[in-house]
């Protein structure tokens, strides 16, 4: 168990001395120490030198002390491993050749995190063993529908046509990458455990998107089926984010996760209120408001906190990762502003 702990019993609704404080893609372009590290290599092969990204890894938490580092990677490194071409940079990614037929979904597969992506693993081993076990360690991955968005569109997107039009006509097939996509992350999320990391967090940034009807069909059951086989290798905790989650929270909950991640458009007591301690709750910040003056950053943060009321089962972040304009100054009176706080 590491030196500092707040994070997992936080996560298992615990008691607490106070309210743990991470935040979503900690390292990035806002911190000077990145950008240099950035400026010698590519994105993608950063993602791939394990010396190098533990050490942006670990850049946020030396200097600003947060209660847990997550592990610097991309989400979208196994779909690498599955069979599609990948470019990733600042501007956002580019997978080549994207899934639209029964021909190209043929050519994908489920990847072996130790002969696929071992550099990820690789990146844990090294931050666990620089960090020694100081706090925990918060490895992660892509949730099914978000990888298929992706892998279907082949790039970002604003109206998901592509995987719509699978949604839509050919009901099949997606299940069907679903299904490789559920194996591959179920897979690549144990490994990450097996070698040190000491939580992980799904992130389905896309399902927000969907219908209720449709993320009970084509999101939620390859979340249960990732957390079932998860939970048949470790007992270590799930954290399940979704942007613009309010209106599917509840459906959220029967993810069988132990933590849900929500984003600023949803009130952190109202999230509360009808969550009803199932699970423990993280977030839910605006990342612009890391722009505000420090007073004003350091009283919304305390508000924030004071909705929930004092009970176990809160970690405080933002609702998505930092922004590139954010000054570090801000991150740092963030986080000091969880812990200066008092019930």
Known sequence: MPKNDRLVKACRQEVVDRPPVWLMRQAGRYMSEYRAVRAQVPFLELCKTPKLAAEVTLQPYQHFGMDGVVIFSDILIPIEAMGMGLELSEKGPVLHNPIRDENRLSEIRVADPYKDTPFVLEVIQEVKKLINDEVPIIG??????????????????KNFIELKRLRYAKTQMLHTLLEKITETVSKYLVAQLEVGADLVQLFDTWAGELSRDDYRVFALPYLQKIVKHIRSHSNKPIILYTNGCA???EDMVES??????????I????????IAGKTAIQGNIDPCALLSP??????LVHANI?????DPGLIVNLGHGILPPTPPESVRVFVEAVKSYQK
Request: net charge negative; with cysteine.
């Open 256 to 265: 069988g996760v132990d933590c849900l991640s929500i984003d600023w458009r």
């Open 306 to 310: 004071a909705k929930f009321g004092g």
């Open 140 to 157: 992660f991955a892509g949730a099914p529908w978000t990888m298929a968005s992706y892998m279907v569109e082949g790039g970002t997107t």
């Open 247 to 249: 209106a599917i929270l």
């Open 294 to 299: 420090a007073n004003e950053l350091t009283s």
């Open 267 to 274: 009130d952190l007591a109202e999230a509360k209120r009808r």
